[in-house]
C-alpha cells in the first residue's frame, strides 16, 4: 500500500456525487494544513470550493482538480460496490476511482514529498478543488476564478489531474481543450389528430429538412492542434405517447464541439440560417460552456513533458480531443493550462477503476514537474 493508494480509496469511500463534497475536501485540507498551507474554503450554494497556497510571489503554479462524481448507475451491475474501493488483479475499483479522484491523491502526495526537500521553494503552489465539475460547473472554479481576479490573484501555471492517458500512463496529455456550445430547439407545429394531417402541422416533418441539413455540414477543416468542429444531436422528443396525436413541439438537444476555426457567435447565426432557410418555426437557446484554448510551447509544457520521458521514458502525446475540463475556466485569465492524469478507459462506466501501479507513477510525474516549475 502507497500514500497514494491510501488516499484515493479514502477519497473514494465518500460518495460524493456531483455537486456534493461529502467531506473530501476535509480530508484534504488537514494534510496540506500540515504542510503549512494557507486555506480558504469558497462555497457558492451547494458547491464545496478550496483554495489553498504554500509560499509566496510568482510563479504561481496550480494543482486543479474536482472531488465530485457522475452517478452510478444500476448498483446490481458492478462486480463491488462503487463506494467500497476494491482491489483485484492489481487494479482499484469504485466510482471516482479514475475520474479523478487518484489525481487529486497523486497531487497531494507529490506536494508533500516536494515540501519536505524544499519549504522554502520560489514561488507559489496553489490547489483548487471544486465538486461542481460533473455537475452545471456554474458554483465551482468559475467562481473561485472570479473570486482570485477580484483579489488580483492570476495564476500563471495550472495542471489539471485529468485522467488524460489513453493506453499506458503519460502517452498522451491534454494541452488544449475544444469549445462547447449547447443548442437547445424548440420547433413549433400544432397538435392534432393524424387521420386529419391536413388540420395539423407536424413539426416533426418540417425539422426533418434543417436538421438533415445541420448534420450534414462540414463546418471547418480544423487545423494543426484541432480536430474538425461537430455538431451532434443528443436528444429528440415529440409527442404525447399516443400514437394517434400529430405532436405540437418537438425539441432537440444538440452539441457543438469547436476549434479556434470557430467562434460562438459565428455557429449561431449559422443554426438559425439553416432553419431560416427550411421555413421552420422555432426557438433557440444557445449556452456556451467553454471556449477553445490552447497551451503551445512554453515552461509548463516542457516540464510536463520531459518529466513524462524521465520517468516512464516516453514521448507524449499532445491532444485537444475529448470532452470539456475545469481548465477551459482557468485559461482565459492567461495561465497556461496543461491536462496529465491516468488513463480514461474506464471513466464515467460501470466498474470504474485504475491501476494501481499507475497511482504512484503519476505522484512522481507531478512531483518532478512541480521541482522543475518552482525550482
Not at 485537444?320 to 482565459?332: F, K, M, V, Y
Request: proline share 4%.
Amino acid at each position: 500500500m502507497s500514500e497514494t493508494l491510501d488516499l484515493t480509496i479514502e477519497l473514494v469511500k465518500r460518495p460524493s456525487i456531483s455537486p456534493r463534497d461529502e467531506g473530501c475536501q476535509d480530508i484534504i485540507i488537514k494534510r496540506l494544513e500540515k504542510l503549512g498551507f494557507q486555506i480558504e474554503r469558497l462555497n457558492f450554494g451547494e458547491t464545496s470550493n478550496l483554495w489553498a497556497t504554500h509560499g509566496t510571489g510568482k510563479p504561481l503554479f496550480a494543482f486543479v482538480g474536482h472531488t465530485d462524481v457522475v452517478p452510478t448507475g444500476p448498483l446490481e451491475d458492478w462486480q463491488s460496490p462503487p463506494f467500497e474501493p476494491t482491489v483485484r488483479d492489481g487494479k482499484l475499483y469504485g466510482r471516482g476511482t479514475a475520474d479523478m479522484k487518484c489525481g487529486i491523491a497523486a497531487f497531494v502526495t507529490a506536494i508533500e514529498r516536494f515540501l519536505r526537500k524544499d519549504a522554502a521553494h520560489a514561488g507559489t503552489i496553489a490547489v483548487l478543488i471544486t465538486s461542481d465539475e460533473e455537475a452545471e460547473s456554474s458554483d465551482g472554479t468559475i467562481k473561485v476564478v472570479e473570486h482570485l481576479t477580484r483579489q488580483g490573484i492570476v495564476i500563471d501555471h495550472c495542471l489539471v489531474g485529468e485522467p488524460s492517458s489513453s493506453d499506458t500512463i503519460g502517452d498522451t496529455i491534454k494541452n488544449g481543450r475544444r469549445g462547447s456550445l449547447h443548442c437547445l430547439l424548440k420547433i413549433i407545429g400544432q397538435q392534432g389528430h393524424v387521420a386529419y394531417p391536413e388540420k395539423a402541422l407536424n413539426p416533426v416533418h418540417s425539422a426533418m429538412g434543417a436538421l438533415n441539413e445541420l448534420v450534414s455540414i462540414q463546418w471547418d477543416e480544423g487545423n494543426q492542434y484541432f480536430p474538425p468542429t461537430s455538431f451532434q444531436i443528443s436528444n429528440i422528443h415529440a409527442g404525447t405517447g399516443a400514437d394517434n396525436v400529430i405532436p405540437g413541439v418537438l425539441n432537440v438537444v444538440s452539441n457543438f464541439r469547436f476549434s479556434t476555426e470557430q467562434n460562438a457567435e459565428k455557429l449561431q447565426a449559422a443554426v438559425e440560417a439553416v432553419l431560416q432557410k427550411h421555413g421552420v418555426e422555432y426557438e433557440a437557446k444557445f449556452k456556451l460552456s467553454g471556449l477553445p484554448f490552447l497551451t503551445d510551447e512554453g515552461k509548463l509544457l516542457d516540464a510536463v513533458t520531459s518529466s513524462i520521458k524521465k520517468i516512464v521514458g516516453i514521448d507524449t502525446l499532445l491532444s485537444t480531443a475529448g470532452g470539456t475540463s475545469d481548465g477551459r475556466l482557468i485559461a482565459p485569465t492567461g495561465a497556461e493550462v496543461v491536462e496529465l492524469g491516468v488513463i480514461n478507459a474506464s471513466i464515467h462506466k460501470i466498474d470504474e477503476h485504475v491501476d494501481i501501479h499507475d497511482l504512484d507513477v503519476l505522484s512522481e510525474m507531478f512531483e518532478l514537474i512541480v521541482e522543475k516549475m518552482l525550482r
